[in-house]
C-alpha cells in the first residue's frame, strides 16, 4: 500500500484540550476553543500546507459519544481484524451510532490517533475504556498529556497507564509549546508507525525550511523598520506670515514634532503587523503592563530597552571614529531615554535641538514661506529602542502557542508564573555587534547606501531572533 500523508485523528474527553492541539500544531488560531465542554461538534480536518503541499493532516474531533458500547462491540469482535472499520461498515446505517461513525471514520480509512488527556485530572473508569477502545483499534497511536492545571500528582499512574496501550506518551503543552516542541512532537510521531517515517520527516523538513523562511522575513520587516524609520523626515511649508508670532511658530514646531512621532510609530505598528502575519497571528493576549502596550516614546520603554549610556558611548564613539563623524553619536553619553528626550525638545524655531533631541528641527527661509524640516532621527539611542521593541514583537509572535488564543491568563489552569526580565535584547549584545548595528543606523539616517552594512547586521538579528524561539520561552516575550 502506498504511504499516504500522515494523518492524525485528535480523540479525547470533551474539554480535554483537543483543539487547542490542533490549533498549536497546525498554527491555526481561528479554530474554536472554549473553557465549555462541548465546543466542538464535528470532526473537521486541518491539513498542514506548506508551498502548496499538504504534509500532514489532523483531524479535530468531538470525541465519543458511546466509548461503552463500542468497546464492548470491539471485544465482541476481536477476531475480525481491522476493528474501526469493521464497527463503521456494521453501524453505518445505526442513528445512535451516527456520531461516532463520524469520528472513527477517518481512523477506518487508516488514520492514526492522537489521544490528549488532561494529565491533572485522576484516571476515571471511562478513561480506561477509551484508552482500551484505542488500544483495540491497532492504528499507530500517541498520546498526549495536557497538564491543564499544573498538577502533577497524577502523571505518573497516566504514564503508566498510557503506556501500556500506546506507541509514545509525550507531555505536551498547547499553551507554552514552542516551534521546537512542536517539532519533538512531529519527530516522536515517527515512531509510532515506521510505514510514516519518510513521511514525516519530509513533513519536518517542510516545517523547518517554512520557519527559516519566516524568520528571515521577520529580519528583513525589521531592517527595513529601522532603515525606514532612520531616514524619515516630516516636512511642512508655511506661509510666513503664519509665523510673525511666537505662539504661530510653537504651534507648527509642535504640530511638525507631533506628526514626526506619529509618522514613527506608524512605522513601527506596520511591521509589528507584517511579523504578526508572518507569524499567522490573529487574537493574542498582551498583559495590560506589557512593555508593547506602552507609548513607543514613553519613559517606561525608554528605560527598559535599548543600550545602556555606557554601551551607546563605547559604540557610539567607535562609530564616530570609523566613518570620521563624531557629531551624532558623541552626544551619546549623556543622553537620557528616548522618551525624555522628545520632552526635552528645546530648539523652538531656531532649529538646532542639541543632543538630548529625537530629531533636529531645521527651517528653510524663502520669500514668502518658511520650510519646517524635522528628521531624520539624531537621537542615537532611539534605534536600539526601535530594535529591543521589534524583537520582543516577534518574540511573543514566534512563541505565542495559537492553541492559547486570547486565553484568559487569569484562569486557574494559568501557565507557571515567572519572573518577567525587563530588559531588551540589544544591551546583551556583543559590543561588536552592537557596533555594527550603530554602523548601519548611521549611515541610514545619513542616507548612505546600506547595503554593505545590512548583511552583517542581518545576521545579527536573526541570531537573536532564532534565540528566541527555542524549547525554553525566552521570558522577555512576556515584557
Ligand atoms: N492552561 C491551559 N489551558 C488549556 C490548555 N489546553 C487547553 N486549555 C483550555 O482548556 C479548555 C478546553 O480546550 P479545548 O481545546 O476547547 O478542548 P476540546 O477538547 O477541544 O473541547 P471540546 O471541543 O469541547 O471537546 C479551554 O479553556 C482551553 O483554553 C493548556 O495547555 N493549558
Ligand atoms: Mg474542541
Not at 446505517?93 to 485522576?122: N, T, W
Not at 503543552?173 to 514552542?178: I, P
Not at 512532537?185 to 519536518?204: F, G, N, P, T
Not at 523652538?348 to 514661506?369: M, N, Q, S, Y
Request: include cysteine; proline fraction near 3%; charged fraction near 30%.
Amino acid at each position: 500500500m502506498a504511504v499516504k500523508i500522515p494523518r492524525l485523528a485528535i480523540m479525547g474527553h470533551p474539554n480535554a484540550g483537543k483543539s487547542s492541539v490542533v490549533a498549536t500544531l497546525t498554527e491555526n488560531d481561528r479554530i474554536a476553543i472554549d473553557k465549555r465542554a462541548g465546543t466542538t461538534t464535528e470532526s473537521t480536518s486541518y491539513p498542514v500546507v506548506i508551498d502548496g503541499r499538504t504534509v500532514i493532516e489532523f483531524i479535530d474531533t468531538p470525541g465519543f459519544q458511546n466509548p461503552n458500547a463500542i468497546l464492548e462491540w470491539f471485544q465482541a469482535n476481536e477476531s475480525r481484524g481491522d476493528l474501526a472499520r469493521a464497527f463503521v461498515d456494521s453501524h453505518r446505517d445505526d442513528p445512535l451510532f451516527a456520531h461516532d461513525c463520524a469520528l472513527l471514520q477517518p481512523v477506518a480509512e487508516g488514520a492514526g490517533i492522537i489521544l490528549v488527556v488532561d494529565g491533572s485530572k485522576r484516571i476515571k473508569e471511562k478513561d480506561r475504556v477509551e484508552i482500551e477502545l484505542l488500544r483495540l483499534t491497532g492504528r499507530p497511536r500517541m498520546a498526549i498529556l495536557n497538564n491543564l492545571t499544573n498538577q502533577d500528582r497524577h502523571m505518573a499512574q497516566w504514564q503508566d497507564a498510557l503506556s501500556k496501550a500506546f506507541n509514545s506518551v509525550r507531555e505536551f503543552n498547547a499553551h507554552r509549546a514552542t516551534y521546537s516542541e512542536r517539532i519533538k512532537l512531529l519527530e516522536a510521531l515517527k515512531s509510532i508507525d515506521q510505514r510514516w517515517e519518510e513521511r514525516v520527516e519530509e513533513a519536518i523538513a517542510a516545517f523547518a525550511c517554512d520557519w527559516e523562511r519566516r524568520t528571515d522575513q521577520a529580519v528583513d520587516t525589521i531592517l527595513r523598520l529601522l532603515e525606514e524609520a532612520l531616514s524619515y523626515r516630516v516636512t511642512r511649508t508655511v506661509k510666513s506670515g503664519k509665523l510673525v508670532f511666537k505662539s504661530g511658530r510653537d504651534r507648527i514646531r509642535d504640530e511638525v514634532a507631533a506628526e514626526f512621532e506619529q509618522g514613527l510609530r506608524q512605522l513601527e505598528l506596520d511591521a509589528q503587523e507584517q511579523i504578526r502575519a508572518n507569524f499567522r497571528h490573529h487574537v493574542w493576549n498582551l498583559p495590560p503592563d506589557s512593555i508593547l502596550n506602552q507609548d513607543l516614546f514613553s519613559d517606561e520603554v525608554g528605560h527598559a530597552l535599548g543600550l545602556s549610556r555606557r554601551q551607546l558611548a563605547m559604540v557610539g564613539v567607535a562609530a564616530g571614529a570609523a566613518s570620521g563623524a563624531t557629531v551624532d553619536l558623541a552626544a551619546a553619553g549623556h543622553s537620557l531615554g528616548a522618551g525624555a528626550l522628545i520632552g526635552a525638545f528645546t530648539g523652538g524655531v531656531l532649529g538646532l535641538v542639541g543632543g538630548k533631541a529625537l530629531a533636529r528641527l531645521d527651517i528653510e527661509r524663502a520669500p514668502g514661506t518658511q520650510r519646517f524640516i524635522m528628521g531624520p532621527v539624531s537621537d542615537p539611542r532611539f534605534p536600539f529602542v526601535l530594535l529591543d521593541r521589534i524583537v520582543l514583537y516577534s518574540a511573543r509572535a514566534m512563541n505565542w502557542a495559537h492553541g492559547r488564543q486570547a486565553a484568559d491568563e487569569e484562569a486557574a489552569n494559568k501557565v507557571p508564573e515567572r519572573v518577567v526580565e525587563r530588559r531588551g535584547f540589544a544591551e546583551a549584545l556583543a559590543q561588536s555587534q552592537q557596533r555594527e548595528l550603530a554602523r548601519l543606523f548611521q549611515a541610514a539616517r545619513r542616507g548612505r547606501d546600506v547595503t554593505e552594512r545590512e548583511a552583517a547586521c542581518r545576521e545579527i538579528i536573526k541570531e537573536i531572533l532564532t534565540g528566541v524561539a527555542t524549547s525554553r520561552i525566552d521570558s522577555r516575550a512576556d515584557m
